[in-house]
């Protein structure tokens, strides 16, 4: 089972940057996509950004325009870029792999998986 950790939270104040990084246990040949998600305090988790194996990321319209989500697939390693933070984004924020369910175009259920890293705090003061 994949292991994800997350790092790279802090404390900013409003209108700066920070970025998150999420480190995989090991790399995985299932068709899979990685999420962030972040909740705040009395809040249900949300959406964040999500990049697939063969497609565009997608954001929040939250974020968009504001953070970036990138990979070094060598590294097995997604990342966050995160600016100009306001007091609104202070929240705890979660790295997500989703297996598909499919490795090179066959479905297996090894690659049905969904896997949550412990998740790193982020706190924008204003």
């Known amino acids: 089972q994949v292991q994800l950790a997350e790092s790279g939270g802090g404390s900013v104040q409003a209108g700066g940057s920070l970025r998150l990084s999420c480190i995989a246990s090991?790399?995985?040949?299932?068709?899979?996509?990685m999420l962030w998600y972040r909740q705040a305090p009395g809040k249900e988790r949300e959406f964040v950004s999500q990049?697939?194996?063969?497609?565009?990321?997608r954001y929040s319209d939250s974020v968009k325009g504001r953070f970036t989500m990138s990979q070094d697939s060598v590294k097995n390693t997604v990342f966050l870029e995160m600016s100009n933070l306001t007091p609104e984004d202070t929240a705890v924020y979660y790295c997500?792999?989703?297996?598909?369910?499919?490795?090179?175009?066959?479905?297996?259920?090894?690659?049905?998986?969904?896997?949550w890293g412990q998740g790193t705090q982020v706190t924008v003061s204003s």
């Open positions: 997500n792999m989703w297996g598909m369910g499919v490795q090179d175009g066959y479905a297996t259920a090894d690659c049905d998986f969904n896997v």
């Open positions: 990049m697939r194996n063969d497609g565009p990321i």
């Open positions: 090991r790399a995985t040949r299932c068709k899979h996509e």
